[in-house]
């Protein structure tokens, strides 16, 4: 016999469909430290019971919450017909972070390193691993952008992306933007140049 549905709680399919957009949601607004089980259940329209079915705990629903976002925000490394390496990376800093009510909250990425500081934890491990992998992916479109040293100038706007990501958040202003795109602009034409003879 299935358990009476909550008033106000929807049941059937898309329940993990609708944990991880509230998750998102909230976690997008106010940080994963200070969104509890009980907010997550109430805006996600589920039990608990419901929300444990589909993650183990909290830890769980973090690490699948940082799984969903990984592409769409990690760099296309590939080359497509007509691609411009130059302008793929600058195009990095030019990207949207994602909408909340809240204050600009920057990579979920680095708050997740930051709100589950242990290096060892799940969670802390795949934000880590999002990381290198960003810097590894500017590096392969550095190549073919011709630079010389293309991991260095990956590791280099990784570099620079996070701090104006971080500087961006601090403002709570999407002002150090314009400024960090002219700074790799920058990196990007001296890794790029013919050595003077």
């Known amino acids: 016999m299935s358990e009476p549905s909550p008033t106000g709680r929807r049941r ?3 329940a993990r469909e609708r944990i991880l957009a509230a998750a998102t949601e909230l976690f997008t607004a106010q940080g994963i430290n200070a969104t509890g089980m009980e907010q997550l259940t109430s805006v996600a329209g589920v039990s608990k019971r419901t929300l444990y079915t589909h993650f183990d705990g909290k830890d769980a629903l973090v690490h699948a ?4 976002l990984e592409d769409g925000l990690l760099p296309v490394a590939e080359a497509g017909d007509g691609d ?3 302008a793929q990376l600058l195009a990095v800093f030019d990207g949207e972070p994602p909408v909340s009510d809240g204050p600009l909250r920057g990579c979920p990425f680095l708050n997740a390193a930051v709100e589950v500081p242990d290096p060892e934890h799940p969670v802390h491990r795949l934000a880590a691993a999002y990381k290198t992998e960003f810097a590894r992916r500017l590096a392969v479109i550095a190549r073919r952008a011709g630079a010389r040293d293309p991991d260095t100038l990956g590791e280099q706007l990784a570099l620079l992306y996070d701090g104006a990501v971080a500087r961006a958040t601090a403002l709570n202003s ?7 795109r002219a700074a790799a602009a920058l990196l990007i034409d001296a890794a790029v140049a013919a050595p003077v003879q």
């Not at 919450?65 to 969903?68: E, T, V």
Request: positive net charge; proline residues 18%.
């Open 84 to 86: 411009d390496p130059r």
């Open 174 to 180: 999407l002002s150090p933007g314009a400024p960090a």
């Open 12 to 14: 059937g399919r898309g």
């Open 65 to 68: 919450y940082l799984r969903q």
